[in-house]
C-alpha cells in the first residue's frame, strides 16, 4: 500500500488521481470523474478515523492499493492530525507492505493557500509530523508539472510502484497548473542587469 500524504493543498487529489490510472491499483477511483471530492468520502476514510476497520475491510483482489490524507485532515468538521501509526500498523498486520510519499509544493503557495481555505497556516504542523517518518518518498508538484511523465517513471521506479505514466488521461490532469495563479509578473530586479552583463559575450 502506498499512503500519500501532504500538508493541506499540496496536491493530493491530483496525486491520488494519477495514482488510480493504473489498472493493477486499487485507488480513489471516482475522482477520475469528478474534478474534486471531500476527503472524507476518500476510499480509506473511514479506517483513517478507526484503523480497527482495516479488519472488516474487503480487499478485494488487487495487487497494489493507495490512500491519501493530508496534515491536518477534517474529521466531521475538526482539524485532526492522522494516526499513521495505527493506520500503517493495521495494515501491515494484514500481511501488506507500506510506503509513505510526502507530497511537496512551494511553502509561500501553501501558506497563501491554507489561509485562504482554511483561516490559518498548518504546513508547520504537517512538517513536524512528516519529520517523524523514517525515510519517505518525496513527491514534487512543481517537478511534475514542469518534467511530466518523464518524472512519473522515474517515480514508478523509486517506489517500485506502477504508474500509468503513458495514459492519455495525464494530460487532462496535468492541463492546469494551479501555482499559476498566484504568481504576479515582476518587470525589474536588480540581478536582472548582472544577468544581462554577464551573458553578453567579451569584447
Given at each position: 500500500m502506498l499512503v500519500l500524504t501532504g500538508p493541506q493543498g499540496s496536491g493530493n487529489h491530483m496525486w491520488s488521481k494519477i495514482f488510480a490510472l493504473h489498472p493493477q491499483v486499487s485507488g480513489w477511483s471516482a475522482l477520475l470523474d469528478t474534478y474534486w471530492i471531500g476527503h472524507d468520502h476518500e476510499?480509506?476514510?473511514?479506517?483513517?478515523?478507526?484503523?480497527?476497520?482495516?479488519?472488516?475491510?474487503?480487499w478485494g483482489t488487487y495487487n497494489f492499493y493507495v490512500t491519501s490524507?493530508?496534515?491536518?485532515?477534517m474529521n466531521n468538521g475538526t482539524p485532526t492530525v492522522p494516526d499513521f501509526k495505527g493506520f500503517v500498523s493495521g495494515v501491515q498486520n494484514l500481511g501488506y507492505r507500506v510506503k509513505l510519499a510526502v507530497i511537496g509544493r512551494d511553502k509561500n503557495i501553501l501558506e497563501h493557500q491554507e489561509t485562504r481555505v482554511r483561516g490559518g497556516i498548518t504546513l508547520e504542523q504537517a512538517v513536524a509530523e512528516y519529520s517523524k517518518?523514517?525515510?519517505?518518498?518525496?513527491?514534487?508538484?512543481?517537478?511534475?508539472?514542469?518534467y511530466g511523465r518523464q518524472y512519473l517513471q522515474k517515480i514508478e521506479r523509486e517506489l517500485?510502484?506502477?504508474?500509468?505514466?503513458?495514459?492519455?488521461?495525464?494530460?487532462?490532469?496535468?492541463?492546469?497548473?494551479?501555482?499559476?495563479?498566484?504568481?504576479?509578473?515582476?518587470?525589474?530586479?536588480?540581478?536582472d542587469d548582472l544577468a544581462r552583463h554577464a551573458s553578453r559575450k567579451k569584447r
Open positions: 476510499p480509506f476514510a473511514d479506517c483513517w478515523t478507526d484503523p480497527t476497520l482495516l479488519l472488516k475491510r474487503n490524507i493530508s496534515v491536518p485532515y517518518f523514517a525515510q519517505p518518498a518525496f513527491l514534487s508538484y512543481e517537478l511534475l508539472h514542469l517500485e510502484f506502477p504508474i500509468a505514466w503513458d495514459s492519455p488521461e495525464i494530460d487532462n490532469i496535468l492541463r492546469e497548473d494551479t501555482n499559476a495563479k498566484y504568481f504576479n509578473q515582476i518587470t525589474h530586479q536588480p540581478t
